[in-house]
């Protein structure tokens, strides 16, 4: 339930805002107030969740912290046990109450206003109901000086939240839907407190690490899961899935492992203490950390064949934690280089460069999660070591641009998960003595108010999922271009005449290249037109469609903003087709790079 505070004289939003810790434009959005300036004594507010804790200064009594924080006495003598005659002590941690649990109805109050103003909202519809729901009301009709509780309401947001509870008596994965506000169970006795699920691409697969340290998959379309592998030391593994949603890729016994849960074949390369094993956005290529000769962290390149291995950073600096690659592969970011001191780094693969995070206060920045569109990292960054340490919800772009805080959890340090469409922020919060976090919460960047959307049980991992669930796709086929591909349902035909199909989210259009010389040079011809369409430094991947020739072509990091992403897939046609009385050899895919390894892997020729 949201907790409400009263304005009082003298009080301003910065100053409330400041003495809670919460981000002024978060305060402000909570309440939906036009007007900053413009707060009146006796205003409810509705307070997002901030440091609430408060260490006992010599001299302090309750009553004096109870007037600096705004708050009845009895409700902070409540949080703490505290009896009569309030005594406390210096260096005593308090919780503060951020006001009372409930809003007092005001005259010319309706349940819609009230639910419009303190965002109980649903899929972007005021939903009143859910205030109804929490206060046995039986009507619409409310009276002045009556006390309600206002809900958190679920969002109504796309994909699922998959997270580990032990809501059920053991460890457990489990799915939240943010659309209906559901949780469900779908392993039994498999999980660990370690575990961290792995979406597949499509979002039809979860990898997880599980009791005894076995990896499980499981699939998410016929609730079966499968054990492919057993850790001695499963803390802290890294597990990431190939762009055509069936390769698995990790290390395990001082290897590279490949496998591909849907024939369960296996490949091994052999690279001792190799870590944060992951995918290139070509699938012909992995990217991993591991210490040099001298046993300095290193980012390392190499072919999945086991050839071609290339060190990518020239590290001095110690450890490298927490690697991870962008989703576009332009970019990688690691943290180091140890725990009590972590700094977020970003690197440039093109170019080398090094760009860091700036990060919150005590230098303890964890967990850098990269948005599904490449432009911004969110992290946890911890603080408030005075108050018993919490997190700040940070974002910053990908070069250390525009770092912010968005939300407090009271957590020393938390996961952070970004949506499908790189607009929300999922973490954790509520935090026992353990470490422990009790609920999950989500804030809408453009919109930033923290919404609490699951509390029950200890919760130690989240990840939302890739796509919506499930993932809909229609089919395209063309006698013209002879081919037949599966494509995201929601894209529409460009308006233009061109064989193009394009949503908010990606584009991909076909056409053919009538060229007598060999695919390598129709790539090249391509990766490299005058107009630069890739950028100046495109990368230029071999391989095999359907058994035949076939060349990626991934856009380098000065690719122009709009081309969108462009990569392309170049496939020499097993028969030449003819096209208006001329024949064509080649066929081509245009595609975003989020998409072009999902769409090729269903190409099929007619």
Request: charged fraction near 15%; include cysteine.
């Amino acid at each position: 339930m949201q907790m409400f505070y009263t304005v009082r004289a003298g009080d301003t939003l910065f100053q409330i805002a400041q003495r809670w810790g919460i981000p002024l434009d978060s305060l402000v959005t909570a309440n939906n107030i036009v007007n900053p300036n413009a707060i009146f004594v006796g205003q409810q507010l509705s307070l997002p969740p901030g440091v609430d804790r408060y260490r006992v200064q010599a001299g302090d009594t309750l009553w004096r912290i109870a007037q600096f924080y705004g708050v009845p006495i009895s409700e902070i003598a409540t949080s703490n046990q505290i009896q009569p005659p309030y005594t406390i002590f210096p260096d005593q941690l308090l919780t503060i109450p951020r006001g009372v649990p409930y809003y007092f109805v005001q005259p010319g109050d309706t349940l819609f206003q009230i639910a419009r103003r303190y965002n109980v909202i649903t899929g972007g519809n005021v939903n009143y109901q859910l205030i109804m729901q929490a206060n046995n009301l039986t009507s619409t009709t409310i009276i002045p000086g009556q006390r309600l509780v206002i809900p958190y309401a679920p969002p109504g947001e796309d994909g699922l939240l998959a997270y580990i509870s032990n809501r059920s008596g053991s460890y457990d994965l489990w799915l939240y839907n943010p659309s209906n506000d559901t949780n469900r169970q779908v392993t039994f006795g498999l999980g660990e407190s370690y575990s961290v699920p792995y979406w597949s691409p499509d979002s039809n697969r979860i990898a997880f690490i599980g009791k005894n340290g076995i990896l499980y998959v499981v699939n998410m379309t016929n609730n079966t899961f499968v054990a492919i592998d057993q850790y001695s030391e499963p803390e802290g593994q890294h597990l990431n899935w190939a762009p055509d949603n069936r390769r698995l890729v990790y290390s395990n016994r001082n290897e590279i492992v490949i496998y591909d849960v849907v024939n369960h074949q296996v490949q091994r390369i052999n690279h001792p203490n190799a870590r944060d094993v992951q995918w290139l956005p070509s699938g012909q290529e992995l990217l991993f950390t591991a210490p040099d000769a001298t046993g300095t962290s290193q980012i390392y390149r190499i072919r999945t064949d086991g050839t071609g291995l290339q060190q990518v950073t020239q590290n001095t600096e110690g450890a490298m934690n927490f690697v991870r690659l962008s989703p576009d592969g332009r970019y990688v970011l690691y943290a180091g280089p140890g725990a009590s001191i972590s700094i977020i780094y970003a690197v440039e693969l093109a170019t080398g460069r090094v760009f860091q995070v700036p990060g919150g206060p005590l230098s303890k920045n964890y967990n850098p999660t990269w948005s599904p569109n490449s432009t911004s990292i969110a992290y946890s960054a911890t603080s408030n070591a005075e108050q018993g340490y919490f997190s700040q919800i940070r974002t910053s772009g990908r070069q250390g641009e525009n770092d912010r805080t968005w939300a407090i959890s009271d957590c020393f340090v938390t996961p952070v998960t970004w949506s499908p469409d790189s607009r929300r922020i999922a973490y954790l919060s509520d935090c026992n003595e353990e470490g422990g976090a009790n609920e999950i919460w989500m804030l809408n960047l453009d919109h930033p108010v923290p919404i609490q959307l699951v509390t029950d049980g200890n919760i130690t991992a989240l990840v939302w999922s890739h796509t919506t669930l499930p993932t809909e796709t229609t089919t395209y086929t063309s006698t013209r271009y002879q081919v037949q591909l599966q494509y995201p349902a929601h894209w529409q035909k460009a308006t233009d005449g061109r064989e193009r199909y394009e949503g908010a989210d990606g584009f991909f259009q076909v056409g053919a290249i009538a060229y007598d010389g060999p695919l390598g040079d129709v790539c090249q011809s391509d990766a490299y037109h005058q107009l630069r369409p890739y950028g100046s430094n495109p990368q230029i991947v071999s391989s095999q469609i359907q058994g035949q020739p076939a060349c990626m072509i991934l856009p380098s990091a000065d690719q122009p903003p709009q081309m969108q992403n462009q990569a392309a897939v170049i496939v020499q046609y097993p028969t030449p087709v003819v096209i208006n009385n001329n024949t064509y050899r080649f066929f081509i895919l245009w595609a975003d790079v989020g998409h072009i390894n999902q769409i090729t892997a269903t190409l099929r020729f007619l």
